[in-house]
């Protein structure tokens, strides 16, 4: 067997998810961490160990939102609160927010990285543009062209959203 296909053997493991996800959830909702804890899923998604690449983990609560209490009296089940889904899948969510809280660098495309009974965690490959090293390689230097990726629906989870 193949390096990667060892390593998605190990994610598969559910005592070790359980016990990342238990870590993860003292930490703050976007942490920019060393390595990607999935190694094979961020390689296929495009990490590359080198400057100018960084990994995002973005935590995002799990289900629906609740809207604004309206004025007025009503009864709860007309009051058009409760279930109330984004337009967007919580993916694409957590690449925006990620390129939101990191301005000088753009979201490459993202995967899941596990999830409790409340949060679901998404890994964001991010790439800085105007980094030396990105700017010389030209696998992924057409990234310096390019601003608010994970905005206008362009990472894989966005286009997915798109169709």
């Given amino acids: 067997m193949s390096l990667f296909k060892y390593l998605r053997k190990t994610f598969d493991d559910k005592k070790q998810r359980k016990k ?9 909702a976007i942490v920019r961490i060393d390595e990607p804890s999935r190694l094979d899923r961020a390689r296929a998604v495009g990490y ?14 799990k289900g629906s939102s609740k809207r604004e209490q309206p004025a007025g009296g009503r009864k709860p089940a007309h009051a058009g ?3 109330v ?31 409790s009974g409340k949060d679901i965690w998404y890994e964001v490959v991010m790439v800085d543009p105007n980094h ?32």
Avoid: C, H
């Fill in 20 to 28: 990342n996800v238990i870590v993860w959830n003292k930490q703050g």
């Fill in 48 to 61: 590359k160990a080198k400057q100018g690449f960084a990994v995002v983990r973005i935590r995002i609560g």
């Fill in 81 to 83: 609160m409760t279930r």
């Fill in 85 to 115: 889904t984004p337009a967007k899948s919580l993916q694409r969510i957590a690449e925006e927010r990620a390129s939101k809280k990191y301005l000088n660098m753009e979201a490459l495309n993202s995967y899941y990285a596990g999830e």
């Fill in 132 to 163: 030396p090293v990105i700017k010389s390689d030209r696998k992924i230097s057409w990234i310096a062209s390019q601003r608010g990726r994970a905005e206008r629906g362009l990472t894989s989870a966005g286009k997915a959203g798109r169709r």
